[in-house]
């Protein structure tokens, strides 16, 4: 597990999200929504269906402006030209967003190119040999199972070699092998990348995690750094999500 | 290891328009579609106006011709993109570190060149259904009126369907909106266009309709390009 802080001269946070506010219409999805995240840090966000968990992935990614509030990654302020911020992030979200007509390769090429991946042909062998689709990298991705989408998936999101992995619940929908090719390619890649998992597998979430947040109506209602137990968070978490299912 | 790549705009359009030529031409939806109204719509107007007897259809030619073009390239606009949209591929896209203008070309050039194709098709099949003189002279005239117009219409096209992607009555709003914008452009084509079937071409009034579809393009090129960051957008 990484260590989260101690030393003198501690290194800028990898993620800063400072009074993250966004409203849709007369809805506030989020609400002052701050927290930080050092470099090789693990968030696992929980929080009830519609707490903002989403919302605040899509603005960490990019897809959504915030209404206020100030988000940086690695360095790059989202107020600004969010073209460098987006090179250093990488989405694994339900939907695989691949091309259906596309064989896997192409769907690889394709990112590739947009990211400007410079090792482009090895880079896709390596990664088509790390999910296990290597067999199929000329098959069209609209004939892969749910399964191999979510590893493919999974290969594009790394292909550019992201500092940050957005994941916005990875193991839904996924079979036990798909599950372990996750976990097994989390685990080799957790030292070298920051992390924000936005998940409702409370286990799964608390043994990755380095940080965890429960975010109910908008608003982060718990945060614990370090060792959580997992009994107590369970209780914690669903006495706020009964709470904000109540509010 | 984990250095920044160099990003370049050329090679992200190559990869675009690469994209949507690729999977179009294993699909062939879009451009089957397009193909089937255009000779459809010939042959109903060459039924149409033959079944009353010989008639002189030249003043009629560039009207008949750009109908039909301009109702087959919405086909084609409409579906443009539906891969990012029915796909989920759109957030994809937008994660991408490219410049939102890129990805506007890429998919312009893509839709210029499906209706490239299509023209490349209909065009000797109206030339035989319905021009009585023989245009060969002017050829590069008439090339030259296509390319303008057809880049008006994939510029105005491409932009109104990025607007109309995000709204649930897409298929309505895209004709709703592009057919009245359409209008100053289809009707310079159309009366250059007849002027090069009738075989009377002259420079002097033909040039006035040429500089006003290079005018159209430019005012939505530029339109386009200050706008399409907010059209892609949220």
Request: glycine share 4%; no cysteine.
């Given at each position: 597990m990484t260590a989260s802080g101690g030393d003198a001269a501690a290194p800028a946070p990898e993620i800063v999200v400072d009074g993250l506010t966004r409203v849709f219409g007369r809805r506030?999805?989020?609400?002052?929504v701050s927290f930080s995240v050092e470099r090789g840090g693990f968030v696992a966000l929980f929080g009830p269906n519609g707490a903002g968990k989403t919302t605040t992935l899509r603005v960490l990614a990019t897809l959504l402006a915030p209404t206020s509030g100030s988000v940086s990654i690695a360095g790059h302020?989202?107020?600004?030209?969010?073209t460098p911020l987006r090179r250093t992030i990488g989405l694994i979200s339900h939907?695989?967003?691949?091309?259906?007509?596309?064989?896997a390769y192409e769907n690889l090429r394709f990112y590739a190119d947009m990211y400007g991946v410079e090792d482009r042909e090895q880079r896709i062998t390596e990664l088509l040999d790390r999910v296990e689709l290597a067999h199929r990298?000329?098959?069209?991705?609209?004939?892969?199972?749910k399964g191999m989408l979510q590893r493919l998936a999974i290969a594009r999101a790394l292909l550019h070699r992201p500092r940050v992995l957005l994941l916005d619940e990875?193991?839904?929908?996924?079979?036990p092998h798909a599950v372990d090719i996750l976990d097994g390619l989390l685990a080799e890649i957790r030292a070298e990348h920051t992390f924000v998992m936005v998940t409702h597998h409370i286990q799964k979430g608390l043994e990755l995690a380095s940080q965890v947040l429960i975010l109910d109506g908008g608003r982060i209602v718990f945060r614990q750094t370090g060792a959580v137990d997992p009994q107590a968070f369970t209780a914690v978490y669903r006495e706020h999500v009964r709470e904000g299912a109540v509010a | 290891m984990s250095a920044a790549p160099a990003l370049s705009g050329r090679r992200q359009f190559w990869a675009l328009l690469r994209k949507d030529v690729v999977s179009e031409l294993r699909t062939k939806e879009m451009l089957i579609s397009m193909f089937l109204f255009s000779m459809l719509a010939m042959v109903v107007f060459h039924y149409a106006f033959t079944a009353t007897g010989d008639i002189d259809l030249s003043p009629f030619t560039g009207g008949m011709l750009w109908a039909v073009f301009v109702f087959a390239s919405l086909l084609g606009l409409n579906r443009s993109f539906v891969h990012e949209k029915d796909e989920g591929c759109l957030d994809g896209l937008l994660l991408c570190?490219?410049?939102r203008v890129t990805i506007f070309f890429a998919k312009m050039t893509g839709n210029l060149i499906f209706l490239g194709l299509i023209q490349l098709l209909a065009v000797p099949v109206f030339t035989v259904f319905?021009?009585?003189?023989?245009?060969w002279a002017d050829l590069s005239t008439f090339v030259a009126v296509l390319v303008l117009a057809d880049i008006g219409i994939c510029v105005l096209g491409t932009l109104l369907a990025t607007i109309a992607?995000?709204?649930?009555?897409r298929d309505l709003l895209l004709p709703i909106v592009f057919l009245p914008l359409i209008v100053p452009l289809l009707i310079a084509a159309t009366a250059a266009t007849t002027e090069v079937f009738s075989g009377d071409v002259t420079w002097a009034t033909l040039w006035g309709k040429l500089a006003f579809l290079l005018g159209y393009d430019a005012v939505f090129l530029v339109a386009a390009w200050g706008t399409y960051d907010f059209a892609i957008g949220e």
């Open positions: 506030d999805v989020l609400r002052d302020s989202l107020a600004d030209d969010p939907s695989p967003l691949l091309y259906r007509d596309l064989t990298r000329y098959d069209i991705v609209r004939t892969f199972s990875p193991h839904s929908g996924l079979d | 570190p490219v410049d319905f021009v009585t003189s023989g245009y992607m995000s709204t649930r009555a």
